[in-house]
C-alpha cells in the first residue's frame, strides 16, 4: 500500500514540477523539467512494480546505489558558473535545484560568499535534489533488473 501512495505521490509531483516548467513565462527552466520526467517516471515505474516484475539482483542494486551516491556527490560538490543576478561571477551547488547560490566581483569572492553563506542553505531544493537522485537510481536499478532479465530470457 506504502508504494502505491508513494508511487502516486512522486506521479504528482512530477507533473507539476513539469506543469510548473512549461507554464512559465521566461525560457523553459530544463533541469526543473528534467527531474520532473524523472519524478514522473519513477513514480510510474513504482505503481507498476508488480506488473514488469524487474530481477534487479546485485547488479541493479548496485547500478541504482551507486548513480544515487555519486550523482548527489557531484551535485554538492561542484560548483555550477551562472549567468544571472548582478554579480559578475554567480556559483551555485545543487543540481537540478541550486540550493547554495553564491556571487561576486571574483571568482575567490564568490567562493568566499559562499562560504559565509553555508549556513543559509535552501533546505528543500536540497530536499528535492535528493528525492531527484533517489528516483533516478530507482529508474536506473530497473532499467539494469529489465535488461538483464531480457538478455537471460534470449539466451534461454
Do not use: K
Not at 68 to 81: D, E, F, N
Not at 124 to 137: M, P
Amino acid at each position: 500500500m506504502s508504494r502505491l501512495v508513494v508511487g502516486a505521490g512522486t506521479v504528482a509531483v512530477g507533473m507539476v514540477a513539469g506543469a510548473v516548467s512549461l507554464a512559465a513565462a521566461t525560457p523553459v527552466d530544463v533541469p526543473l523539467l528534467v527531474s520532473a520526467v524523472v519524478l514522473t517516471l519513477a513514480g510510474t515505474l513504482m505503481l507498476g512494480l508488480p506488473w514488469l516484475r524487474p530481477y534487479a539482483g546485485r547488479a541493479g542494486w548496485l547500478a541504482g546505489c551507486a548513480t544515487t551516491l555519486i550523482g548527489s556527490a557531484l551535485a554538492a560538490l561542484l560548483p555550477v558558473r551562472q549567468t544571472c543576478c548582478d554579480a559578475a561571477y554567480t556559483f551555485s551547488w545543487g543540481l537540478p535545484l541550486p540550493w547554495i547560490t553564491a556571487g561576486g566581483d571574483t571568482p575567490h569572492q564568490a567562493y568566499a560568499t559562499m562560504r559565509s553563506t553555508l549556513v543559509e542553505t535552501d533546505t528543500l531544493s536540497a530536499a528535492v535534489d535528493l528525492l531527484f537522485w533517489l528516483t533516478t537510481g530507482l529508474v536506473v536499478g530497473v532499467a539494469v533488473g529489465l535488461l538483464r532479465r531480457a538478455l537471460r530470457n534470449r539466451t534461454a
